[in-house]
C-alpha cells in the first residue's frame, strides 16, 4: 500500500518552455502533498505543501510564479514549471500523506533537463 | 545551526557488518522520525517510522531515538550489497509545523561483497 506514482520519469525540454509533472496517490486518499526538488549529491529541498482544493503553500525563496501547483483531487497533484531555464534542472520529487500529521510516501522522482 | 544534521559519508562496509547511522538534531520539539532509504535516481523509501524515544526493530534494521541527547541511529545488521544507497533522517513535531519534515543531508553507503 501507500503507492505514489510520478510522469514523466524523466523530461528533456528547451529553454522557455513549461513542463508539467504529476503525482498520483495509487491507493489512498493525499490529503496533503509535498513537492521536493533534490540536486546532485544533496538533500530534499521542499519547495511547496499542497492541500486538496486549496491553493499550495511555498516555502522561502521559491517562485509561486514559476513553479505552479495544482491539487485538483485527493489523487493528484501537479507541479508545472513555467519559461524554464537551466537552473532548474534538478530531481523534482513529491511526497504524499493520508492526513496531516501523517507520515510521508514519496513517488520516484522525475528527472527534469533544461537546455 | 542546522535543524538536523547528518554525517554525509561516504561510508563503506564489507558485507556482513553491522552500519550504524546517526543524525543529530537541535529542536527538541521534534517527536517523530523516520528513515529513508534513496537508491540512486530514485526517491526516497521509507524504512521506519517512530515516535518519541526508544527502540523499533524490523527485519535486520532498528531504530532507536535519545530524546534526551537529540540524537538518533538506524542500525542494519548482516548488511548487504542491495543495501547500498543513501540514507536519510527526517523528522517533525507536527502540530507546529504542520507535517513538515526536517530532513538530513542523507549518508552514503556501499556494502562491499
Known amino acids: 500500500g501507500a503507492v505514489v506514482s510520478q510522469h514523466p520519469s524523466r523530461v528533456i525540454c528547451k529553454s522557455g518552455t513549461s513542463v508539467k509533472i504529476e503525482c498520483r496517490s495509487l491507493?489512498?486518499?493525499?490529503?496533503?502533498m509535498f513537492w521536493y526538488r533534490q540536486f546532485p549529491k544533496q538533500s530534499l529541498m521542499l519547495m511547496a505543501t499542497s492541500n486538496e482544493g486549496s491553493k499550495a503553500t511555498y516555502e522561502q525563496g521559491v517562485e509561486k510564479d514559476k513553479f505552479l501547483i495544482n491539487h485538483a483531487s485527493l489523487t493528484l497533484s501537479t507541479l508545472t514549471v513555467t519559461s524554464a531555464h537551466p537552473e532548474d534542472s534538478s530531481f523534482y520529487i513529491c511526497?504524499?500523506?493520508?492526513?496531516?500529521?501523517?507520515?510521508?510516501?514519496f513517488g520516484p522522482g522525475t528527472r527534469l533537463l533544461v537546455l | 545551526q542546522k535543524e538536523v544534521e547528518q554525517d554525509p559519508g561516504p561510508l563503506s562496509v564489507p558485507e556482513g557488518a553491522i552500519v550504524s547511522l546517526n543524525c543529530t538534531y537541535s529542536n527538541s520539539a521534534f517527536q517523530y522520525f523516520m528513515w529513508y532509504r534513496q537508491y540512486s535516481r530514485k526517491g526516497p523509501e521509507l524504512l521506519m517510522y517512530t515516535y518519541s524515544s526508544g527502540n523499533k526493530e524490523d527485519g535486520r534494521f532498528t531504530a532507536q531515538v535519545d530524546k534526551s541527547s537529540k540524537y538518533i541511529s538506524l542500525f542494519i545488521r548482516d548488511s548487504q550489497p542491495s543495501d547500498s544507497a543513501t540514507y536519510l533522517c527526517?523528522?517533525?513535531?507536527?502540530?507546529?509545523?504542520?507535517?513538515?519534515?526536517?530532513f538530513g543531508t542523507g549518508t552514503s553507503l556501499t556494502v562491499i561483497p
Open positions: 527526517a523528522m517533525s513535531d507536527r502540530l507546529n509545523t504542520g507535517n513538515q519534515f526536517y
Open positions: 511526497s504524499a500523506s493520508l492526513a496531516m500529521g501523517e507520515t510521508q510516501y
Open positions: 491507493d489512498f486518499q493525499a490529503t496533503t
